[in-house]
Nanobody, 125 residues
Framework: VQLQACGGGLVQAGGSLRLSCAASRHTFSNYNMAWFRQAPGKEREFVSAVSWSGDHTYVADSVKGRFTISRDNAKNTVYLQMNSLKPENTAVYYC???????????????????WGKGTQVTVSS
């Protein structure tokens, strides 16, 4: 599965962005999906995940109430709506496919099978 993330950019604090991640295969609906992010000098961290059907979602505590994940299996696309952005949300955001969905912050990047190249999100103060 090839993943292509887009939608990043420069936004002021308090603003919103919607990231999209399009998958190359029609078997997209077989995969749990997740978003991770990596800021300069920091490890890649989990942001949010959605089950293959879209029935179950989880958002990390650090962004809960501000970020929402969703997917459209007919369009082979997963989304991350980010509201009330803060400067500390600045990072490269990656989408990933695979793994086992579970509602917890300790999602490991090592558990994911396929990765997109990432899209830069910069939040200015």
């Amino acid at each position: 599965v090839q993943l292509q993330a887009c939608g990043g950019g420069l936004v002021q604090a308090g603003g919103s962005l919607r990231l999209s991640c399009a998958a190359s295969r029609h078997t997209f609906s077989n995969y749990n999906m997740a978003w991770f992010r990596q800021a300069p000098g920091k490890e890649r961290e989990f942001v949010s995940a959605v089950s293959w059907s879209g029935d179950h979602t989880y958002v990390a505590d650090s962004v809960k109430g501000r970020f929402t994940i969703s997917r459209d299996n007919a369009k082979n696309t997963v989304y991350l709506q980010m509201n009330s952005l803060k400067p500390e949300n600045t990072a490269v955001y990656y989408c990933a496919a695979g793994g086992t969905f579970y509602p917890g912050d300790n999602y490991s990047p090592a558990g994911m099978t396929y990765w997109g190249k990432g899209t830069q999100v910069t939040v200015s103060s």
